[in-house]
Each structure stands twice: as C-alpha cells, then as structure tokens.
C-alpha cells in the first residue's frame, strides 16, 4: 500500500490560509491486486523544513495512531502562526501489517492571523465622482527599492472592486475576478500570492488595475448598482525576505499615487468593458515610470468589515474554444463557440487609430437563424440597455491583442459590429471562466442523448459555480440559495466543491437577518431600498438551503464542520419558520385546522417555480424581424415577475412551505443528534412530526393526495411526509399521472431533482426511464434534441417553433445527473456513514440502455460501476477504494452482499 493525494482543508494550493486547526487527507492505493485492504496505522509528521522531518523541524508527530482514519484527520500540534509554511507527510500500516514508504511532502502555509499583522492601510484611489454614473477603471501605483537578493515574498492582498496586481510588468497570480465575491460591509477576503520570482534587487514597480466588479458593478434582475459600496479601494502588503535575513515591508499607504485616464472606459462585470488602446500607459507597472501627473490617493479607514483569508478555490480561467464564423441571413457576423459557457474573449484585430470594434455576447440564435439576446426579457428585469458588450478602440500601427478583464459574460455566439479586417477564426478564443475545482464524476451510457445531458449539466455547473453558485452567467447572476440546494447533491458528485460551500455558508451565516431570514441571493445584488427583493426573502425552499446543503455536504464529505459552524444559522432558520408557523394569515379561507401552529401558510414562497404548463410570467420579447413584420408587441405581465408574485405573497403557500418547515426541522434533529445535541435532537424531531401532521391533514386527507399536479406527490414522497402505509398509493398515482401527460415531465425547480427517484423508489422504475429518455417539450433530452449544450432555465428554452426563451444555463434541472449516478450506474453513499467510507453500488438498468457507467472521485479514492447486457445476462464491473467498503446490490433480486477494496465483476443472469 502506498499513500498519495496528500489534501489539507479541501484545498489543493493551500496558501494564505487561516484555519487554526487544520485537517488532513490522503489516499492509500493498492500497488498490487490484493483485495480487502485498508489501514490499520497511521502516522502523520508536521516540520518546518521540507528536507527535514527531525529535530529542530519537527513541529508535530503524532505517533503511530491505530485508526482507518484518513480523511481530515485533525491536527494536534503547537499553535500556528501567521506566514508560518510547513510541510507534512504521512506513512501508513495496513491490515496485513505491511508499513508503506513515507508519502511525498505536501505543504500549506498560513496568511495572517491577527489584525495585528496588517501594516497596511486601506487606500482609496479614485477622486470625487458621481457614483450614479460609470467610472472608467482605476490605476495604482508605488516604487520602492530592494537592497539585495530576494529569498522570500509574499503580497497579501484584497480590494473593494475588481482589481489585478502586476509587479515590474508581470501579472501577479492567475486569479481571476479577484477578490472573492461577498458581502463587502461585513467580511472581505485577502487573497496571498507567492511573487518571490517577480522581484529583483534595486528599483521595483507595484502596479493596481481596479474595475466595478461585485461591489459597486451592475446585478441582479433589478440592475441595481452600488450595493456594496461606491468607492474602490486596496489593502495590499507585500513582505520581502531578503537572502542576507533583512526584511522589507510595502504597503498600500500615502506614497501610492493613482490615475483614472488609463484605458479602461468603461467596466462592468454584466454590462461589459469599453477599452481605448490608444489610452495605454507604457511602463506604468515598472519603475522610473512618469506618474508626475497621478494624483494623490486617499487613505482610509476602510469600510469596518472584516477582513480574513479566502479559504477556498479560485477563480480560474480554464478550457478554451476556437469558433466558427458564421453570416447570419441578416448579414451579421458571429462567432459560434460550439459550447456556451461563462468566460471571456480574446481577439486580435488590425486597423486604423481611433477606429473602434464592438462585440455583443449572447447565449442563442433566434428562430430566425440570427443573432440575439432577447429571449432573456432584460427590458422586464430593470435592463433593456447595454449588456455583455465589449468595445476596443484601436491605437493603430499593427496588429492588436486583447482580453477583457473585468467583464465574463455567458455566451456561446458572439456578434462582431464594424471589424475592420478579414474575420479569422484563428484571430478569436473563448476562454471558460470558473471557480478551480476538480472535476470528480464521469458517466456515460448507451444513449448518446442521455450522456450529453450528463455533460451539459457538468458545462452548467462550471458557468454558475464563480465563487457563488449562482442562476445564471447572464442576465441576474445571483446566487440563489434554492437552486443551489435543489443541486448541492449533484454538484458534489460532479465536482469537488466542498472548499467553494464551505465558503458560500460562511456568506449565508453573515447575511441572516437577526430573526432568521435567509435571503434569496448570496451574497445580496439589491439594495437594502429594493423593496421587491426584501418582500421575497425567506421563502420556503430557498431559506431552507440553510439547513439542506450543510447536511447535504456532511453527507457527502463526511465533514462534520459543516454542521458545526453552521449549527447557529440553521437552528435560527427553523426557528423562523416555528415562529411563522404559529401565525395564521388571515387573508385565507378560515378552516378548523387542529394543526394551525405547525401550518405555515403566511410570507412570499416561490413554491413550485417554473413547473413545465406554468408560465414564467415575463412575454417574450419580439425579435426585431417581428417588429418588421407589424406583430404587435404582447402586453406587460400584471402584477410582478412570473405568475403574479404579488398574490403569492398574500396568500402564502402552506403545501410548498409547511413541507419544507417539516423537512427542515428533520434534518436538523439530524444534525444536532450527529453534533451530540441530544435535547435538541428531541425538540426538532418533534416539531418536524407536528409539521407532517399539519401537511397530512390539509394536503393528504385520508392518506390520498388529490391532485393533477406531478409536484404535489413527489415533495411528500420524496421528503417523507406520508405515512408509510399511503406511501405506495401515491407513488402509484403518480406514475398514472406522468402516464397519463404522455411521459413528459410536469415538476418545477423544486421537485424535478426528486421525482426519478420517488418512482423508482416504489416500483416505477420503467416510468422514470420513460421520462428520462423522452425528446418531446417538455423533457431533459428536448434541449438536447435541440443541440444545446447547457441546462435551461425552462422547459421551453427553444421552443417548437424555434424561438428562444429564458436563459440557457441554468443548471437546477440537471440536478436528475444524481439520480445517472445513484440509479443508473448505482452508486450511492450510506444513509448511516456519511463521507463514502462505506457505500452502496446498486446498478438498476432499464429503459432502452444497454449499457452505462459512472466513476466518482471520492475522498477515499475513484469508486467505478460499469454495466452491461448481454444477451440474457447482466454483467458488473465495480472498483471499491483502500480503506473503504460497500455493500452489491445485482438486479436480479439475489441477496446483497458487502466487499472489501479491490476490483470485482459479477455476471447475473436477467432471465
């Protein structure tokens, strides 16, 4: 056995750190054949030297630690300290006494601990403006001097806004959209970059380009600016180790001096950039630079937020994509990028000073086979005007290079307004723009529709997970907390995002209102004085992301921080939903209702959002050769947004929400009986069956659900509202009512993730293949059909006459990817040990599959279950992980049976 993929804090660049007791993670792998191994012994060493793990290195030595433990084993040393790099490594025994070498050094190294360690000052580089109106980009600048070699450097760094540092002319890092998206007023993150190799003895240049970006950049549905502040602003600290032991220390202070006539126009994350190269600066990020005309930069307090180390992944720009040119029947030229992503563009471009190129980012073509950005009704949703447009004003004189840099627009297609030369294809890139997690799953299968959908849903995931997880890469880009938790199963199978969650919860706690509330978006892309935004916080599904996705995580990683620091934050989100559930809304029909204060039927709630006949409640937009055609333009919607969210917020929804109370409040009484909450265990188990209760005797009378409505019997199935004796009565009529639509799905956001499983679940397992595998409107495998390359946001994203609705990256819909891996391919964790050290592979093949497989990375090794028919017969091949176990189900009804690690195949007969 030998031990590899050494893992500290879900992190696989861990620098600039500040977790105070920190966890480890490794994998042992087998070096032969041999089955059932896993560790008997660990010993885990901890040294400042990476040469040296003796003395006076040696920091920590746990000793030799009879335990399987290998996934974040704690740390037990001496206290850590800020800048503090130390490496690590690991030696294991395994149950056959065999010793392994001891693994490869990993390292990690710790950011500043203490506000203490912060010499710098918060400076402020822009002069008086108008906040109401764009500001062109700012430029910072300071010279300082070295006076020897350089051993170590460190640049620890944050901004309000956008920014990209450069020192002596070379970009420092790969982080794009730098700092981390957040809650400005109330938590920052500093970002830490090794720029040893960026310095040089005597004269050196510190350079900041600074855009909009999440603090004061366009957002939302509303377009709201400035919501985390107006003002850009930098702390940055570079600290020099010299190699004769002096140190040197330069911060953001007085002596920085700035300007705003740089070429950066115009920038906006959403609406785009304006880039006027014949602006350029030469030299002006290298010393003896003439910055005589910069202005004096303003040194401030800051904005009373605190500041503390990421902690998580990056934002990375990753694969590219060379188009295709298109001529559009109306003329225009577009470059179609074959896969529609978020991310940015590069181009080269020759022609005359002064003349200046546009181009227009967008997601589809129109029935019409043209180029637009219509279908996402931007003039219902407080747009309407400038959106995703880049402009480059040439400075002339040969052939120009340029890549945006504070603009990521969701694009497949992009259109090209006054190109003064010939369009190549070679001229052009797209560049995919996401948070850096590894990808962990694969799947694949006999139908070639059903493994594109797999992969569409994965494209989905990587155009919405930038540092939040949010909706859509076009037109709000908000991180909606219900779609992330109808998908946070799914993602972390598709991805590791176990370091991006820990982060986005850490947002979600700073962000809850004192009562409870958790908003819709986080962090938050309104204005506290949007009164919309604030009247549709805390709906049931949304808010209850506070509790579902850290134990959904735990599950998943068997981390149990993510119950621990969260514990608060998902105890106050039931506690709102008990408070408003002893409320009675006085607007509807009084009934006698022995369950009143376990019913919540008062506050906004979405319910059911996007169900495939419900309306998004936005009329599309007529394209403008509509317009041409004399069609009149629909009618505004009444009322607000999709299907009248006015009335919603009267009326409540006491089906959808006293659900979700229930659900919650379960898996809370999960949570604290996992932390050793006994009392409260008890509490929230109870107020969870008074809940059902509540749900049963309103929505399921007699133990019968009568409705033609797929949603109202998958969320009882699948949350486990019934009782057990009614439960295969509704499973049952619910396969007769998808029958019944034709096999076409008929579930919105919130029950689409549940309803293969529910019906497979009790014995409908030919029903969820039928409706998985159906191509007509409305169905997964229609956007296929319809070449997309994403997930939509509706049912209907390209309708049957070809004309486009709504965005088309949207990712909550590919959330059924969970059931291709759980089902399909069979590979599932147990409900009882969370984190895959021990599992389930139950393959259950049906609909026109022949074969299928899947893979996951889990954090014990690659689990694998690949199938196939032959013939008569059903045969499996299954990898199982060192140091794991899982239980085999076969399809052929024969009685399960556990295995230990090692490569298996079993051959049944299907007869």
């Not at 805390?538 to 068997?558: E, F, L, Q």
């Not at 949350?719 to 439960?727: A, C, E, I, S, Y």
């Not at 029950?751 to 595998?773: K, W």
């Given at each position: 056995m030998k031990v590899e993929s050494l893992t500290f804090e879900h992190l696989h660049n861990p620098i600039g750190v500040d977790v105070l007791a920190p966890r480890f993670s490794w994998k042992c792998v087998s070096e032969s054949d041999e089955k059932d191994l896993f560790q008997l012994v660990y010993r885990v060493q901890v040294s400042s030297c990476a040469d040296s793990f003796e003395q006076p290195h040696l920091l920590w030595d746990s000793g030799e630690v009879q335990s399987?433990?290998?996934?974040?084993?704690?740390?037990?040393g001496p206290a850590l300290a800020s800048r503090q790099r130390l490496f690590w490594r690991v030696k294991v025994w395994d149950n056959n006494g065999v010793e392994s070498n001891w693994s490869e050094p990993a390292w990690f190294e710790m950011g500043l601990l203490a506000e203490s360690d912060w010499q710098a000052r918060w400076i402020e580089p822009e002069q008086d403006f108008d906040p109401q109106h764009p500001q062109p980009g700012s430029y910072s600048r300071v010279e300082f001097g070295l006076g020897g070699a350089v051993k170590r450097a460190r640049l620890y760094m944050t901004s309000l806004g956008f920014y990209q540092a450069f020192l002596n002319g070379c970009r420092v890092g790969a982080y794009a959209f730098a700092p981390t998206r957040t809650n400005y007023r109330k938590l920052i993150h500093y970002q830490t970059y090794d720029v040893t190799d960026l310095l040089k003895e005597g004269a050196n240049a510190l350079g900041v380009v600074q855009g909009d970006g999440w603090l004061r950049g366009k957002g939302g549905i509303h377009n709201d600016r400035n919501v985390h502040g107006e003002r850009l602003a930098i702390l940055a600290q570079l600290e020099v180790e010299l190699t004769d032991g002096s140190k040197v220390v330069v911060c953001s202070d007085e002596a920085w001096k700035a300007s705003q006539n740089g070429p950066m126009r115009v920038n906006d994350p959403k609406e785009g950039e304006d880039y006027d190269a014949r602006l350029e600066m030469p030299g002006w990020d290298l010393p003896n630079f003439d910055d005589s005309a910069w202005?004096?930069?303003?040194?401030?307090?800051?904005c009373g937020a605190k500041v503390c180390a990421s902690n998580s992944v990056p934002i990375a720009e990753k694969e590219q994509f060379a188009p295709t040119v298109l001529t559009t029947p109306d003329g225009s030229t577009v470059l179609d990028f074959g896969q529609n992503i978020a991310g940015i563009v590069t181009f080269r471009v020759q022609g005359e000073r002064g003349h200046t190129v546009k181009l227009v980012h967008g997601e589809t073509l129109n029935q019409f086979g043209n180029f637009s950005i219509k279908h996402l009704s931007l003039p219902f949703l407080g747009g309407g005007g400038r959106f995703q447009q880049l402009e480059y004003t040439l400075k002339g004189g040969g052939v120009e290079s340029y890549k945006t840099m504070f603009m990521v627009s969701g694009f497949r297609y992009v259109k090209l307004f006054d190109w003064p030369c010939a369009v190549k294809a070679e001229d052009f890139s797209a560049i995919a723009v996401y948070s850096d997690m590894p990808e962990t799953a694969s799947f694949e299968c006999s139908n070639p529709l059903v493994t594109q959908l797999f992969q569409n849903t994965l494209w989905s995931q990587k155009g919405n997970f930038l540092d939040v997880p949010t909706d859509c890469p076009t037109r709000e880009r908000g991180g909606w907390s219900g779609d992330a938790q109808i998908f946070v199963r799914t993602g972390t199978y598709l991805m590791d995002t176990a370091a991006f969650f820990h982060k986005w919860l850490k947002e979600m706690a700073v962000q809850q209102g004192p009562d409870g509330i958790v908003p819709n978006l986080i962090p938050a892309v309104a204005g506290a004085d949007n009164q919309f935004e604030a009247g549709v916080m805390?709906?049931?599904?949304?808010?209850?992301?506070?509790?579902?996705?850290?134990?959904?995580?735990?599950?998943?990683?068997?981390d149990t921080r993510f119950l621990e620091n969260n514990w608060e934050m998902m105890k106050k989100w039931v506690d709102y939903e008990v408070r408003h559930a002893k409320d009675t809304n006085p607007l509807r029909e009084p009934i006698d209702n022995p369950y009143a204060e376990s019913t919540w039927d008062t506050c906004f709630h979405f319910g059911e959002w996007l169900e495939a006949d419900s309306p998004m409640g936005f009329p599309p937009i007529l394209e403008d050769e509509e317009l041409a055609m004399g069609i009149t333009p629909p009618s505004p919607p009444s009322g607000h947004g999709p299907g009248g969210l006015r009335e919603r917020a009267k009326l409540g929804n006491p089906e959808v929400a006293t659900a979700y109370f229930s659900y919650s409040a379960g898996l809370l009484a999960e949570c604290a009986a996992a932390l050793g909450k006994k009392k409260m265990a008890k509490k929230y188990r109870k107020i969870s069956k008074m809940a059902k209760k509540a749900y049963r005797f309103l929505f399921a009378r007699e133990g019968r659900i009568h409705s033609d409505r797929q949603a109202h019997y998958v969320r009882p199935l699948a949350?486990?509202?019934?009782?057990?004796?009614?439960?295969?009565?509704?499973?049952?009529?619910?396969?007769?009512?998808?029958a019944r639509k034709g096999y076409h799905i008929g579930t919105?956001?919130?029950?689409?993730?549940?309803?293969?499983?529910?019906?497979?679940?009790?014995?409908?397992?030919?029903?969820?293949?039928?409706?998985?595998?159906?191509?007509?409107?409305?169905?997964?495998?229609?956007?296929?059909?319809?070449?997309?390359?994403?997930?939509?946001?509706?049912?209907n994203g390209i309708d049957e006459e070809g004309r486009p609705h709504h965005s088309h990256n949207h990712y909550s819909y590919g959330a059924v990817c969970g059931w291709l891996i759980e089902t399909v391919a069979?590979?599932?964790?147990?409900?009882?040990?969370?984190?895959?050290?021990y599992f389930i592979i139950e393959p259950r093949p049906g609909g026109s599959l022949t074969h299928a497989s899947a893979s996951f990375q889990s954090p014990y090794g690659e689990i694998k279950s690949a199938w196939k028919l032959d013939g008569k017969n059903f045969i499996l091949d299954v990898s199982v992980p060192v140091n794991t176990s899982a239980t085999i189900c076969l399809p052929d009804g024969s009685i399960p049976f556990e295995v230990g690690s090692g490569t298996y195949q079993y051959r049944v007969s299907m007869a």
């Open positions: 399987d433990a290998s996934v974040l084993v704690p740390y037990e202005h004096n930069v303003r040194v401030t307090d800051g805390g709906s049931a599904g949304w808010g209850d992301a506070a509790v579902i996705i850290p134990w959904t995580m735990w599950k998943m990683t068997g949350l486990g509202l019934l009782k057990k004796k009614d439960r295969q009565a509704a499973a049952d009529d619910l396969a007769a009512l998808v919105g956001f919130l029950s689409t993730v549940f309803i293969c499983q529910v019906l497979g679940q009790y014995g409908h397992l030919d029903t969820a293949y039928r409706l998985l595998e159906q191509t007509t409107m409305p169905s997964w495998l229609y956007s296929v059909t319809k070449g997309a390359t994403t997930i939509w946001e509706s049912w069979g590979i599932r964790p147990s409900e009882d040990v969370p984190g895959f050290e």
